[in-house]
C-alpha cells in the first residue's frame, strides 16, 4: 500500500501519544512545523466547547484566574460565566457602557482557547488534521477529491498548499486571540459581511465556475472558525441579519445564499446588548434571544478599590515616564465615578462609563505635565488643584434638567468638589484632633497658604513654591509629614495589590526625583481636608487657603 495512505489511516485511527501542556496543545508543540509532524504523533483537534471547557476546569483545579484583566465581578459575574462556559452555553452579556462585555469575551478568547494547528498562511484556520481522511489522502497524493457531501473542510488555497507540499506543509500554531472576531452591529454590516459570499472579481480573474469552492470569500463567521465571535451591541443588528446566525447557534453551520456547501465555522458566540434595547420588544428576534443560552448581567464596580484598580489597569498615557500617580489621585477619581452613578440629574439608563475615569486620569497627567512637568523638568504628579481639566472627558447625559454643555459643566463641577470633600475628610480623620486644632494657631493674622497649578514644590525651582511657604507653619509641615506616612504606606498597599491583578505598576511606584511633587500633591489634600473640620480650621478664597 501507498505509505502517505498508511500513515494518514494510521493517525486517525489511532490515539494520540503526545501529552499536553492546555487542551489540545502537545507539551514540545514549538517543534511541531509540518502536517507530516501531526500525522506522525496521531494528533487530534478538540472542538472549541471542548477546549473552553477543559481549560478552565484545569484553572479552577489549580487556582488560577480564568479571565485576567476583570476586576470586580469574582462574586457574581464570574461564576455565572464559569457555570455557562462548563455547559457549553453561548452567551449574552447584559450591561450598560464600559462594564467590560467585550473585554470579557477576549479574556475568554486570550485564555481559554487553546493554541491550534493551521496550515500556514490560512484565512480560514484550517487545520489539515480535520479534513476528511480521503479526502486528505487524494490532496497527498494529488488526485481526484471525490466529495460525497458539500461541506466546507478546508479553503482552496490550503488545498493547493497541500498538494504541492505533500507532507512538508508547513504548519503554525495560532492562538486564541488570534481566532478572536470583533463585530460591532451597525447599520453598514450585512449577511454577506457574516457569512461570506461569492466574489465576482474570483470569478472573472481565475475563471472559475460561480459555484465552485474557489469563488467563495469568507465572511467573519469562517475568519473566526475554531474560535470565538464577539457581536457587540446585537439588538442594533437588524432581524434579517439576526436570522443568518440562527443556524450556526442552533445546528453549528451555515449556509450562504444559494450557493451548495455547508460551512461548519466550530465558534463560541458571546454578544453583548443594553439593558435598554435588551428590554425593548422585538429587539432580539425570539429564536436568536432563546437560542443564546444564558443570559449574564454585568454592573459598574461596586467598590472604589475595584475601580482604582480598573483604571490603573487600563490607563494609557504614550511616551510619558516620569509620571506619578498617588493613590489619593485615583480614589478622589473612583468617587467622582461613583457619585455620578447616583447623581438624580444624570441619566442612569444610558451609564457613566468606567472609561470616563480612565481618560480622566489621562487627562489629569496631561495637565501635570502642560502646568508643570514640561516647563521645569520635573515629575508630572497630578494634584487636586488640576481636576478642573476633566471636564472635557465627561460623558454623561442629564435627564432631569436640560442636557447643554453648560449645564453638564456644572454638574460635574459640583461632583468633583463633592468628591475631594470626601476624600479629603477621609484623610484628615487619621490626624489626631488635638494636632489639626494647634494650626488655628497657625492661620492667624490672615496668613494664607497660595495653591496654584503653576507652583511646584522646590524651593530652587520656584521661589513662591509649596516648601517655601510651609517653612512658615512648622505645625502644617508636621501634618503633612504625618500624612506622607499615610498615603505612602496606602500606596505601598495598592501596588501589592496591582501586582497581584497582574496590573503594570509603573506610575505607581516613585523614584527620589518625584518625591517633592508627590509632597505637594498631598499638601493640598491637608489643606482640603481642614476645610471640612468640626469646625472649620481654613476656608477657601479663590485659589488661596486662608484663616475662617
Known sequence: MNSVNDLVHLSYSSVPNYSELMIGVPTDYKEIKTLRDLLTMNYKSPSVEQQIRGNLVSKIESGKNPYRGIIGYDDDVIPALNRALLSGHDLLLIGQIGQAKTKIAESIAMNLLSSIPVVRGSFTNDIPVTIPEDELIAMLNDTYVNRISPEFSVSKDSETIIRNHKLDTKIEWVDGQNRYRYILATPDISVKDLVGQIDAIKIAKKGVEIYDIESYSAGQLLQARHGLVCLDELPVLDPRKQVALLSVLQEGKFTTGSYPVIFRPNVKFVATANPIDYTHSGKIIEPLYDRL?????????????????????????????????????????????????????????????????????????????????????????????????????????????????????????????????????????????????????????????????????????????????????????????????????????????????????????????????????????????????????????DSSYGSA
Open 293 to 541: 443560552k444564558s443570559h449574564i448581567r454585568t454592573h459598574y464596580p461596586k467598590h472604589i478599590s475595584h475601580e482604582m484598580l480598573i483604571m490603573s489597569q487600563e490607563v494609557k498615557i504614550p511616551g510619558v515616564t516620569n509620571a506619578f500617580l498617588p493613590v489619593h489621585i485615583l480614589k478622589t477619581m473612583a468617587k467622582i465615578a461613583q457619585i455620578a452613578r447616583e447623581h438624580s440629574d444624570i441619566d442612569q439608563d444610558r451609564g457613566v462609563s468606567v472609561r470616563m475615569a480612565i481618560h480622566s486620569i489621562e487627562l489629569l497627567i496631561g495637565e501635570a505635565e502642560r502646568t508643570r512637568s514640561i516647563k521645569y523638568k520635573i515629575a508630572a504628579v497630578p494634584r487636586f488643584c488640576d481636576f478642573h481639566s476633566i471636564h472635557q472627558s465627561s460623558k454623561f447625559e442629564l435627564l432631569e434638567i436640560e442636557d447643554t454643555y453648560a449645564n453638564r459643566f456644572r454638574t460635574l463641577s459640583l461632583i468633583i468638589a463633592d468628591a475631594i470633600k470626601h476624600v479629603s475628610s477621609e484623610y484628615i480623620y487619621k490626624i489626631p484632633k488635638a494636632d489639626i486644632y494647634k494650626l488655628k494657631n497657625e492661620f492667624t493674622g490672615n496668613k494664607t497658604f497660595e495653591v496654584s497649578q503653576s507652583s511646584v514644590y522646590q524651593k530652587n525651582i520656584n521661589s513662591e513654591g509649596y516648601e517655601s511657604q510651609l517653612d512658615k507653619f512648622p505645625v502644617l509641615r508636621e501634618i503633612v509629614n504625618r500624612m506622607y506616612g499615610i498615603i505612602q504606606a496606602e500606596q505601598q498597599v495598592f501596588v501589592k495589590d496591582a501586582k497581584i491583578h497582574e496590573i503594570s505598576v509603573d506610575y505607581f511606584v516613585k523614584s527620589q526625583k518625584m518625591i517633592g511633587e508627590f509632597t505637594a500633591s498631598i499638601i493640598e489634600v491637608v489643606l482640603e481636608g481642614l476645610r471640612w473640620t468640626e469646625p472649620p480650621i481654613l476656608d477657601k478664597k
